[in-house]
């Protein structure tokens, strides 16, 4: 029994969920990541840790996994050197990996598993949801995926938690600064309203509706976190920041939508990983928390900044249409994480150094980068 228990962490695979994953595990507690290894997953995150895979068990209500990148990603497949362990029987697995001296246990399922996360519930103290999809692109096109992922898989994981556990445990949800919608002027705070102005923004507003009806209804202990845009390594190169990086050592144009004036606070995401563990363990229930940071910054200057760095020249930035409906502004008041004794360390050029690192390692040969 590790001192600080077991966490379940959804999406444990992707960008923010496997720096929590790390953070939870530097921390003392053992982790259960439950991970349907979209395209946007990685099980490379979380390769250094003590980790145990098992294949995908139990029912895919939605879609098969797929375990192959797409668009010039590379494969994503588990590989030999991880335990590999098909199963169909997650009740011994899960009881085997408590007697072990493994860190991580990776279940490759969907959260929309109602019966697996049921199950899981009676092994772990608590639970922080990341799972989702989180390319607000993707969403413009056909929004199906984030309705799939967002809303049923966190009715199901947040269902399975009140069902199992009723008011005991904590369950902290990640949600978006994007639900609130564009902040033209100064910084919203926790009791801003939702107004979500894309179809991702929207799903994530729907688990907010979820957990707050929860926490009305129920009484069940769920706390809110709203990261800002975070960045760092093992974002996938889809998103903003990799593909500056990614277009800019390959000597490609860098597509920036519309005027490239709209304006993000950026925030390290091992500091957001830092943060979403203090409210795990000092974090009141019904509560939300701001997730911020001082670094706020048009696109465009983030672009130059990048090109700096790299000693790339502003030639590379290609203007292209805006997206529909691109809020120009988030901004958020973060004081209530300041008051529980977080705050961001990472100043912004050390993690874009740190970030820039990485994806030059990995990418180095440019045949990798799109393949
Ligand atoms: N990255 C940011 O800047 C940012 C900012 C604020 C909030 N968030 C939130 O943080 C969370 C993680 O974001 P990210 O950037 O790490 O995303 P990501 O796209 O890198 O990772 C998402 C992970 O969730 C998994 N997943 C998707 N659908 C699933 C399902 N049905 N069942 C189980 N797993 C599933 C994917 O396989 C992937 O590993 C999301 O909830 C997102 O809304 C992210």
């Known amino acids: 029994m590790r001192p600080n228990g077991t966490l379940l962490i959804t999406g444990g695979l992707g960008f923010l969920g496997s720096w929590t994953v790390e953070e939870a595990v530097r921390r003392g507690y053992r982790v259960i990541v439950v991970d349907a290894l979209t395209y946007a997953a990685n099980p490379d995150n979380l390769r250094e840790l003590r980790a145990g895979f098992i294949a995908p068990t139990v029912r895919h209500i939605w879609s098969p996994v797929r375990y192959e990148g797409e668009r010039g990603i590379p494969l994503l497949r588990p590989s030999d050197s991880d335990r590999f362990e098909p199963s169909d029987d997650v009740r011994s697995t899960v009881e085997k990996f408590l007697d072990s001296d493994l860190d991580v246990l990776t279940l490759l399922s969907s959260v929309e598993d109602y019966d697996l996360m049921k199950l899981l519930m009676e092994y772990v103290d608590g639970v922080i949801h990341l799972a989702a999809e989180t390319h607000v692109d993707r969403s413009i096109e056909d929004a199906w995926d984030f309705v799939r992922a967002e809303i049923l898989g966190f009715y199901s994981s947040i269902d399975a938690f009140r069902r199992v556990k009723g008011t005991s445990g904590k369950f902290v949800l990640v949600s978006t600064d994007e639900v609130l919608g564009e902040i033209m002027e100064g910084a919203a705070d926790e009791s801003a309203p939702l107004m979500p102005r894309n179809p991702y923004a929207a799903a994530k507003a729907s688990q907010e509706h979820f ?4 926490m009305n209804t129920y009484g069940t202990p769920i706390t809110i976190v709203r990261p800002t845009n975070a960045y760092g390594p093992r974002q996938h190169p889809e998103k903003f920041v990799p593909k500056i990086i990614l277009n800019a050592l390959s000597d490609e144009p860098i597509p920036v939508y519309g005027d490239g004036r709209q304006r993000r606070v950026w925030i390290y995401a091992e500091d957001v990983a830092v943060g979403i563990m203090d409210v795990y363990e000092r974090g009141n229930p019904h509560e939300i928390y701001h997730i911020g940071s001082d670094d706020e910054m048009e696109n465009l200057e983030l672009v130059r900044r990048i090109l700096a ?19 120009r502004r988030y901004a958020l008041r973060w004081e209530r994480m300041r008051a529980l004794g977080w705050s961001p360390k990472t100043p912004m050029d050390e993690g874009l150094r740190r970030t820039i690192n990485y994806y030059r390692e990995r990418y180095a040969d440019g045949s990798s980068i799109r393949r």
């Open 211 to 214: 957990a707050q009806s929860y």
């Open 309 to 327: 760095m790299l000693g790339k020249p502003e030639s590379l930035i290609k203007f292209v249409e805006d997206r529909p409906g691109h809020d």
